[in-house]
């Protein structure tokens, strides 16, 4: 069957309703609203497109697909991906927006991992072609097995209760402001998508770096989910729903934190100053979650490790801790987070230990270490004085 006529089964019928009543229940689209697509070729992104064009009409909404290179495959891979998604977007009637983007150059300039820049680049790109046709949301395909293996991720990196609740059906813009992020496909397995397009006649195109274990989301597709499936077969469920009760536990606490907040918190000028001895007998987790947005209120993300950093302070007559992208100061009876950086002058806080992988990256303190395998006869030059080299021999 060619790419010019998908056909219809009783296991993509069946696939297909699952979904529609996935964005029903969440309610993901709303009549007369425009959606991007983001389409890249391989099995997940083609059975969204296909999905999408065919519930289109039960949604109300118009579809536009964009399709992004990364400029990481050869310039024909690279065009038969292309390719691909333009034939399939023809058959199925939906226009189509390309872009491409040098990630590896962004990655060596901004000192990111190729996985970081690749998702940066790619979702500049996404954002821009959504606010172009006043989209509503850039819907993914993310499955099951992409929710199960973010929510590994987060645990293994602590990320705490916030990280469980990895890619809910909905979530805002990840970049500052921006469309809805939807992801309709996350009940359906990777599996389940393969064998849809399977059926449909569509061969997706395939990229054989998802199968190397050079990222660490490959190393936990290909070698710990495995692992952890012959335990238990429904791992990627079980991870799916412990995801979900984790939403539903901070959609709780997020509702009482706002209470708390208008009793403890009070913002002006870039900063947030709270009182030390109301914050001090909140519980735990509802402190942090006060600490989180004010935090947020002068444009910090802090982790974890931050914000439990910041409660120990809080006993202290006075403190000071560098945050990303701001700073929380304890002084008097106050503490103050706000919009700086600490002087340079300051005393460094000393690095924790941490078990580095190599080739790897670990967080320690408010750093985050990555290692790599060079070459010793052509060692790449140190781009900003916080890389070093060292012998492999001798470590």
Request: proline fraction near 6%.
């Amino acid at each position: 069957m060619s790419i010019s006529s998908p056909g219809v089964t009783q296991f993509t019928s069946r696939l297909e309703k699952r979904v529609g009543e996935f964005a029903q229940k969440h309610g993901l689209f709303a009549e007369g609203q425009t959606v991007v697509a983001g389409v890249s070729g391989g099995p997940d992104s083609t059975a969204l497109l296909v999905i999408l064009a065919r519930l289109r009409k039960e949604f109300g909404v118009k579809l536009t697909a964009a399709h992004f290179d990364h400029m990481l495959r050869s310039r024909a891979e690279a065009e038969a991906d292309r390719s691909f998604v333009e034939r399939l977007c023809k058959s199925l009637r939906i226009p189509l927006e390309t872009g491409r983007g040098d990630v590896a150059r962004r990655a060596k300039r901004e000192g990111e991992s190729v996985e970081e820049a690749a998702r940066e680049v790619r979702y500049a790109f996404l954002g821009a072609e959504a606010k172009q046709l006043e989209a509503a949301s850039v819907v993914v395909g993310h499955t099951l097995d992409d929710r199960a293996e973010t929510v590994l991720l987060h645990i293994v990196r602590g990320s705490g209760l916030d990280g469980l609740a990895a890619m809910p059906p909905r979530a805002a813009w990840p970049f500052g402001e921006g469309p809805q992020i939807v992801r309709p496909l996350l009940e359906v397995s990777r599996s389940e998508v393969e064998k849809y397009c399977d059926e449909l006649g569509i061969e997706p195109r395939r990229d054989p770096t998802n199968d190397l274990p050079i990222a660490t989301r490959n190393r936990v597709r290909n070698e710990v989910m495995p692992a952890l499936r012959s335990i238990n077969p429904k791992v990627a469920s079980a991870l799916a729903r412990l995801a979900d009760a984790a939403a539903r536990d901070i959609e709780f606490m997020d509702g009482e934190a706002k209470w708390v907040w208008r009793r403890v918190a009070s913002a002006s000028d870039g900063q947030v100053r709270m009182r030390k001895d109301l914050l001090g007998v909140l519980p735990p987790t509802m402190a942090i979650r006060v600490l989180r947005r004010a935090a947020a209120e002068v444009g910090s993300e802090p982790e974890a490790e931050h914000l439990e950093r910041i409660m120990e302070s809080i006993a202290k007559p006075k403190s000071r801790i560098s945050l990303p992208g701001g700073v929380a100061i304890v002084e008097g009876g106050q503490l103050i987070i706000a919009r700086d950086e600490v002087p340079e002058e300051s005393p460094a806080e000393p690095i924790p230990e941490a078990a580095l992988a190599v080739p790897g990256r670990a967080r320690a303190g408010e750093w985050t270490v990555e290692a790599q395998i060079v070459d010793a006869k052509a060692p790449p030059k140190s781009r900003n004085g916080m890389e070093a080299l060292l012998a492999a021999n001798s470590i």
